[in-house]
């Protein structure tokens, strides 16, 4: 039974911040809200399968991937959006209007496609005056909101605004995001979050630092960033893609996956770190850059650091 007394999205956002950036956030939600609608009726349609393109980081396109990417810029060209970054365009698309940078991951964890939990990730910039490059870079600490969305059941919304993360879910009855968890905490440790298989690719400084953060606590990887991390922030635990041999700068990207979550992560008094420091401290040199990533609870993601950094 819909619970609709619940404060909903648009009316918490109302007042919380500027106008520019609620009216964002809420067609994020909005248009969320129809690719979870998509994604659930994905295998009727004829919405699964590859498009037999790769996207600017050499991945296959998934359809969705596509349909994803679409359905976000239709909804975020807004007044108040000057720029558009999305992890499927080679090249950030320029809108002129201002003051605020979207950057989104329009379908965290492709390879689930179809079989398992999905999101959606937007980090809100402000003080871009040009797409991030070496004589410009960004911080993720000019972010002004981050969300991501898990599609699965129930879908959820975390949302980080004005210093607190904030969690939603949809309800279908009557397409309204509720507030269901307010003033979210991360939670002291339980599970670690990584995929073991990569094991042989790290560095001794990773596998000693893994090691160290995981003591003791139980693990739980599906694949999807974004699930991992909801699961990380509300039970507790750390999640964790360190570099590796494979990928020696980190696979996830920085401005559209690591950012948003190392706000959502601080702001709910949890920690991200790329090893030594914040995520949200690390200059951001062009709009694919990638990175590490280990974020949860502050104890585990301090015993990652110190064994990290300390030497060989
Ligand atoms: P994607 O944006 O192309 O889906 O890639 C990011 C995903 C994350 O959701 C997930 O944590 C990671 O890639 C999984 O990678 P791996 O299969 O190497 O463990
Ligand atoms: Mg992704």
Known sequence: MSQSSLPELRAFLSGRVPDG???ILGAFAEASAGLRDAL????????????????VQDEPTAKLDAYANETFHRALRLPGVTRLISEEDEAPVELGGGPYTCCFDPLDGSSNIGVAAVGSVIGVYTGMAAAPSAAAPTLGRQM???AFVVYGLPTMMVLATGGQVDAFTFDPTDRT???????????PAKYASINWMYRDRWSPAVARAVDNASDGLRGRYSGSMVEDVL???LSGGVFLYPEDSASPAGKLRMLYEICPIGLIME?????????ARSVLDVPVTAPHQRGPLVAGAAEAVERYRVAYTAPD
């Open 21 to 23: 950036l609620a009216a």
């Open 40 to 55: 659930a009726t994905a295998p009727l349609s004829d919405l699964l399968g590859a498009t037999g393109d790769t996207n």
């Open 144 to 146: 002004e909101a981050a």
């Open 177 to 187: 995001w509720r507030l269901t968890s307010p003033a979210v905490r991360a939670q």
């Open 231 to 233: 699961r990380v922030l």
């Open 267 to 275: 702001w709910a008094g949890g920690a991200a770190i790329d090893g």
